[in-house]
């Protein structure tokens, strides 16, 4: 194995769902996942990439949903 190999197979693929990438974000961001995503999606509009703007965008709602699911569940198993 090459030395390039050997950092391929080091380098982590993010995941290719949404909502699992949503997790990773807020698992590294905590309660700023969401911001993050939003950062990546204008990033992408600058770039002029509107399809990529729209996938952080996707994964912004998907994670701001996640958090505030985490967020209303220990209030909803004290009902």
Do not use: C
Not at 39 to 54: C, I, M
Not at 68 to 78: E, K, N, T, V, Y
Request: proline share 5%.
């Amino acid at each position: 194995m090459t030395h390039s190999n050997a950092q391929e197979k080091k380098r982590v693929q993010p995941p290719q769902d949404a909502r699992s990438l949503a997790r990773l974000l807020i698992n590294h961001f905590g309660e700023r996942a969401t911001s993050y995503a939003v950062h990546q999606s204008l990033k992408a509009l600058s770039r002029g990439d509107p399809r990529e703007a729209a996938r952080w965008r996707w994964i912004a709602e998907i994670t701001r949903d996640t958090l505030r699911f985490d967020l209303d569940d220990p209030f909803d198993r004290m009902r």
